[in-house]
């Protein structure tokens, strides 16, 4: 009978938070654990299942810095860590959803017409100045294969 309760109050929660608010947003998912009920149960194994996915979360960040300098997405991997520990710590789950908002008003900023066209203006201009800095470059010097140079 507790286990269909359980199974009954995951739906409602599940139900809860795909839901939308009264002014047509869609409600923010509820903050917490998303491990499975019967690791939640034991305390022990749940913390167990918290130092896993910490030290998972931990090692994809650490490739994602390692990225960084390096070729690769690391930005992309160390948002990937930092989901890795929203499934269960909520200090990460409001990191993420404080990126996301940060994100999508970045996004909305770029469409603004206003916003594109000056963004354009300035692309133009950098791409003139560095063609006349080659082109005076290329006057002044000339173009010397690497492998013509005297040493």
Not at 11 to 36: R, Y
Request: with cysteine; proline share 5%.
């Amino acid at each position: 009978m507790n286990a269909e309760s359980d199974g009954r109050q995951g739906v409602a929660d599940s139900a809860a938070d795909s839901a939308t608010t009264g002014d047509g947003a869609k409600a923010e998912p509820a903050l917490g654990s998303k491990a499975p009920g019967f690791i939640k149960r034991s305390r022990a194994l749940h913390l167990s299942w918290q130092v896993g996915v910490f030290v998972v979360g931990l090692a994809v960040v650490v490739v994602g810095i390692i990225m960084l300098p390096l070729p690769g997405p690391g930005w992309v991997v160390i948002f990937g860590g930092m989901a890795i520990w929203a499934t269960e710590f909520v200090w990460a789950q409001l990191a993420l959803r404080w990126t996301k908002r940060k994100v999508t008003e970045a996004a909305q900023r770029a469409l603004d017409p206003r916003v594109r066209k000056r963004n354009l203006t300035l692309t133009v201009i950098t791409l003139v100045i560095c063609a006349a800095a080659a082109a005076v470059y290329l006057w002044k010097f000339g173009i010397v294969m690497p492998w013509k140079i005297d040493e």
